[in-house]
């Protein structure tokens, strides 16, 4: 709970700030911005938002590059008492249309060049659009610079939300997640003290801002132990190393790790600095665990969490992280695997369907109570739709999803709809899409599809007609052909069947 009068996330972070000049931020062009700054600068953009009809609880969607100003107008946002709504660069305006009309902004922010595009879809909600770019710059920015610094924060109660973040699901469209202040607050605490955090450490924050693991786990533990970050824009291996001397903690998803570890200047030398490597988001294969200590030594401490729940489950930062294993449920955190028909906690070893409770989980999907309560059990667990197994020591490990849910480079890919998207393809019978083994992705979005009989089809021209239709990191790494889906005497297709399949389709 809140130790401020106010339990608005931004007082928990910015109220008992002592000193306005330590270093928060350094740009990879040398630009060094403080607290104080932050402070200040999150204020005048707040009263932007307020100037542009911003109210408490109204939400603002962002599609915005990675950018300094990007992070500060989510605390200004949250500071307003507004809810920060982030989405993927990535996502088209095909995409965005469905996330607008269904969360209804008051506001959007995004880059100029979707500007034109986003306000006729905007207009339908009677949402006002601002804009700004990659570096910072933008209608919003140029209002702020004309404005106050001076912004009473918004009082909030720990169960007002502060964002909603879109999850992918395995029926219907993507799902907006709630979270509270209290959620966000309690776990980045919670994790400060459990990864160790100080205010001398130093984080490379290479990681994206639309999603729980960079704004949330980076950005707000980091801010929460007045410790200071290295902003990059995207994953670059060389510089990443070459920031290793004066850095202390790395958080990455799989693919940071394989791509590290491709480059020969990664030895035990260049992370004799650091005391921390996390990895997240997505499955880390025992054998990169194995191969990261071995070159480094360092073993990487994975942890497990949930855009509904932010971290749940970690190794530990003093014990053995065991390759393979997620770890134990954080302090304030229940975890348990159970039979998912019956509900019966299962015996050590034993598969079953993981689910969790604690301060840390969301307050519900977004104008859908009935799916809400279908995803909670009477004593407040939430099924988290993730399969695994605490095995006698007490590690929780991950096997797989009762979801068909595919995470690739550490973001949710959603089947059904590529799939729908791919049997409106002329030439189509139908298709499958499945998550298949990958060292640099974690899973690889496979598409696996029947064409009619006489058909032209091959790879490209499947992937030309996707193009432009769905986001590069949901586009099939592959696409392979078949004469028929295998199928349950129910006539489901048996997914699990493709999976083994083409599990080796990435290693040879």
């Known amino acids: 709970m809140s130790t401020t009068a106010n339990a608005n996330l931004f007082s928990r972070l910015f109220d008992t700030l002592d000193d306005t000049t330590r270093l928060a931020i350094e740009t990879p062009d040398g630009k060094h911005i403080s607290y104080g700054d932050l402070v200040a600068r999150s204020g005048q953009i707040a009263n932007v938002l307020v100037r542009r009809g911003v109210k408490p609880g109204d939400r603002v969607a962002v599609q915005v590059e990675k950018s300094v100003e990007n992070l500060i107008l989510y605390l200004a946002v949250v500071r307003a008492g507004a809810v920060y709504l982030p989405l993927n660069t990535a996502y088209t305006l095909n995409e965005l249309d469905y996330f607008i009309t269904d969360a209804e902004p008051s506001l959007v922010v995004c880059d100029p060049a979707k500007a034109e595009g986003l306000r006729t879809i905007a207009a339908k909600v009677g949402a006002r659009v601002e804009t700004l770019d990659a570096s910072g710059k933008g209608s919003l920015s140029e209002g702020a610079d004309a404005s106050s610094a001076d912004f009473a924060t918004v009082p909030r109660g720990n169960d007002d939300l502060a964002a909603i973040l879109y999850t992918s699901g395995t029926t219907g469209r993507s799902k907006g997640a709630m979270l509270s202040h209290d959620n966000l607050a309690s776990n980045s605490q919670t994790l400060v003290d459990f990864w160790r955090f100080t205010d001398k450490d130093v984080l490379i924050h290479a990681l994206p801002i639309y999603h729980t693991h960079g704004l949330f786990v980076a950005s707000n533990v980091t801010?929460?132990?007045?410790?200071?970050?290295?902003?990059?824009?995207?994953?670059?291996?060389?510089?990443?190393?070459?920031?290793?001397?004066?850095?202390?903690?790395?958080?990455?998803?799989?693919?940071?790790?394989?791509?590290?570890?491709?480059?020969?200047?990664?030895?035990?030398?260049?992370?004799?600095?650091m005391r921390l490597f996390i990895s997240g988001s997505a499955p880390l294969l025992a054998e990169t665990h194995r191969e990261w200590s071995a070159r480094t030594g360092h073993a990487v401490l994975e942890r497990y969490g949930m855009t509904e729940t932010n971290m749940n489950i970690s190794n530990p930062c003093d014990g053995e992280r065991v390759p393979g294993a997620v770890g134990f449920p954080l302090p304030g955190v229940s975890a348990r695997v159970v039979d998912p028909e019956t509900g019966k906690v299962l015996e050590a070893d034993e598969i079953g369907m993981i689910e969790v409770k604690g301060p840390n989980i969301f307050k519900g999907y977004w104008r859908m109570p009935e799916k809400t309560r279908s995803e909670f059990r009477d004593d407040g667990f939430f099924i988290t739709g993730d399969l695994g197994k605490v095995d006698t020591k007490g590690y929780f490990h991950i096997v797989g999803r009762g979801k068909d849910l595919v995470i690739s480079g550490g973001f949710n890919v959603y089947p059904k709809e590529i799939e729908s998207e791919i049997d409106a393809i002329d030439g189509v019978v139908e298709s499958a899409v499945i998550g298949v083994p990958h060292a640099d992705f974690g899973e690889g979005v496979t598409a696996v599809v029947v064409p009619q009989k006489g058909a032209t089809l091959d790879e490209a021209a499947i992937l030309r007609a996707l193009d432009g239709r769905l986001a590069k990191f949901k586009m099939p790494k592959r696409v392979l052909f078949v004469d028929d889906l295998p199928r349950n005497t129910m006539g489901k297709v048996q997914k699990n069947v493709l999976r083994d399949s083409y599990k080796d389709l990435y290693t040879t």
């Open 223 to 273: 801010l929460f132990a007045r410790a200071a970050m290295i902003f990059l824009p995207k994953l670059d291996p060389e510089r990443i190393i070459q920031l290793m001397s004066r850095a202390t903690v790395l958080m990455g998803v799989p693919t940071f790790y394989t791509r590290l570890l491709q480059s020969p200047n990664l030895t035990k030398d260049a992370t004799g600095h």
